[in-house]
């Protein structure tokens, strides 16, 4: 397995697995920002479309409503509207899939 | 992988059973909580001797008497004991004779010492301390010797976590047990109240269907007995706390701890007391709260506890080193004397995961041959106890 994020300095952001579709800020980011971003299909990069405080997390491809949210290489739930690369996924657009009364 | 030669031993302590220890102690285990004094007392007397203290042993369920006395036997049964020495204080509801005859099946010495059939506090002291003495000169002539990894058996717990912890101290240490169950050493996990929201992917990774149902099995038995004393955690996951931290579901704060089991198969899933068979990945049925669950990592025979914590930790383990594991800064400065490793590189984009990773794996290598922890250094051990469900009766 290989994070594809997790090399050179001053790295402000984490990709966690490379099948994530979010990444993590490891500092308080701000919109606007531009950021390295490794895929499988090779170096791009992504601009923020808000700002990401430190821990939270932002998404690195458009994800559609109702679509799957990754994180650690896992499913941590799925979208509750569409969301656009470089926006903030917290619980205003991402809902579990776990939680009591559901998927279970 | 890269593996430089070196690296792939360790020294440690050769039991008579054929087992490995990183440490050479003698233990005393206090059988019942009315015993934990004098207990206290002997281990003082001995230099180099732990002690093993609970509040169990009597006034309990069948069911949790059960659990107590597997748990203590295989903690006497843990390599890192060369001997042991019991105190009983005589009409505790547990049965010292089998608990003694079980812990010697591994090969060691043990004693037992009754307080009410000793003459009471300072005629047990008199014969628990010539015992104690008795044992500690014998187990002293063992040396260490060159062993090969995969007599390595590892423990895993985070606790006094914070954001640091599920973005760059258990992803690193999942980096290291990756290694070290590629390299057929044993590692071992718990924590059932974290898996909540996560268990259908242990399940995932479980070696088979009977791994996968046993899991689910402890899940569902827990969360049964927190719904019963009118709780629920699946409901109350994550917390607002959680939720200004950044993460956002139930499932996500899950896979933030148990991401430090790293991504191999789950060989096999025991219930709280059972001690592991064979190499790879296990996993033991334990809550989450540190006296406990170390008990239980330590009882299914780990040698030494991985601890990744955020806020800092202090505790460590009667004769279990446990190494703690940061990548908050702040904490690291803090707390110079509970952290051993600091991965807050992480963080600050100076190291990658696989970096801290490699320097996790180095470390728990150093202290299985012998260097000492913080928690070991400073004596902090004493925080211990047994899991039980059921009531004091």
Redesign the interface.
Known sequence: ?V?QQ???????H?L?HPSDNTA???ADLQKGEILPLASGKGNSSITLTESI?????FATTFIPQAGEVR???????EASQDIHPGGL???HN???????GQ?R | MREMKGNLTFMGFRRANGEVGVRNQLAVFSLVTCANEAAIHVARQVPGAAVFTHQNGCGQTQADMEMVSRTLIHLGQNPNVGAALLVSLGCEGLNPSRIAEEMGQSKKPVEIVRIQQEGGYFGAMAEAGLKAQKMAQAISTLRREEVGIEELVLGLKCGASD??SG??AN?ALGKAV?RLIGLNAAVIFGETTEVI??E??LAKRSKNREVAEKLLSFVDGLERRVKASGS?I??GNPSAGN?A??I?????KS??SI?KSG?SLIQDAYEYGERKRGRGLFFVDSPGREPEIMAGLSAAGSQIIAFATGLGAPQGFPFVPVLKICANWKTVARLPDFIDLDVSG?????E???EAGDRIFAEILAVASGKGTKAETLGYSGSTNIYTTGPIV
């Open positions: 397995m994070d997790t090399q050179g300095q001053g790295r402000r984490i966690l993590t800020a490891l405080p430190f821990a939270h997390k994180k650690y290489g896992e499913l941590i739930g996924v917290h619980i991402l809902v579990s899939q776990r939680s009591r998927g | 954001p640091t973005l760059a992803p990756d929201g996560a259908h992917i629920d699946r409901g939720i931290g950044g956002s579901t139930l499932e996500e896979l933030g991401v991504s992480v963080i600050s984009g100076e990658s995961l696989e």
